[in-house]
């Protein structure tokens, strides 16, 4: 029955303005990011706000930041795929994993505590342009990467075009252009530039960067089963050949 009801025209016009909108706000979330992260630009950013007791805002920034991880990595699993597409259509899947994930970071813009303990602040102007220029270089590591696979596709708006063309979904296939002869994860390469690359480093990004870094190390891990399903063999040995986040950080063969 949901399979019929999606197959209507207007159940595909408001699957591709439902991933539209998706896409619209994961956008506005990223940007925000880059601000939230960089101090730039932003409301409010990650040094702002009224200051609450050190161990209460140790705990919420990383309760936030648990969440985050178990929301990003929870979704992204095949188990709950499945479970989901029993209850929405399979081509808005990936747009609601990427809404959630980006109300979830609008939550930790929102409730974030700033502990703002300086762990060290630079000063001369070269080193400061150096550490600026690394954290735009990081988004940008980022931003190519998601376009080096499949932009639209990896935020959901390519399966809600192709629902409505009436285009069959292709089989993923496996490549490793660019970044990704490096490390097979530059996207999450291009995040940790950006995260600790700042030339004022508080306590509150410090607790940032950190749990980020945890996270996407974790999320990575669970990720490279799921491509190992996928791409059998052929990934086994991109793991042998290749970095996952860290050029040179090959996988060992077992039994080394």
């Known amino acids: 029955m949901l399979m019929q009801l999606d197959n209507t025209r207007t159940a595909r016009v408001i699957g591709l303005v439902y991933s539209t909108c998706c896409y619209l706000a994961f956008l506005f979330t990223c940007l925000y990011l880059i601000g939230f992260v960089g101090s ?30 178990v929301q990003h990595t929870a979704m992204a699993r095949k188990g709950f795929k499945q479970w989901l597409v029993a209850v929405i259509p399979t081509s808005v899947e990936r747009s609601t994993y990427v809404l959630l994930s980006s109300l979830v970071l609008m939550l930790m813009f929102w409730l974030w505590q700033p502990m703002p303990l300086t762990v060290w602040k630079v000063e001369t102007t070269w080193a400061k342009t150096l550490l600026m220029g690394l954290f735009w270089l990081g988004w940008g590591i980022a931003l190519l990467a998601t376009f080096l696979i499949d932009h639209f596709e990896l935020f959901g708006l390519k399966q809600a075009i192709d629902r409505w063309r009436k285009t069959t979904p292709q089989a993923p296939v496996f490549r490793t252009p660019l970044f990704y002869r490096i490390v097979r994860h530059p996207l999450y390469l291009g995040f940790l530039i950006a995260f600790w ?60």
């Not at 399903?229 to 040179?248: A, D, S």
């Open 40 to 69: 730039v630009a932003v409301p409010k950013n990650i040094n702002d706000g009224p200051l609450l007791a050190w161990p209460a805002a140790v705990l919420i920034n990383c309760a936030l930041i648990l969440l985050f991880g």
């Open 197 to 256: 690359a700042t030339p004022y480093m508080t306590a509150g990004h410090l607790l940032f960067a950190t749990g980020m870094t945890v996270y996407l190390f974790i999320g990575a891990s669970f990720e490279e089963k799921d491509l190992v399903v996928l791409f059998g063999e052929r990934y086994r040995r991109y793991q042998q050949e290749v970095g996952m986040i860290l050029p040179g950080s090959k996988t060992r063969k077992k039994g080394r």
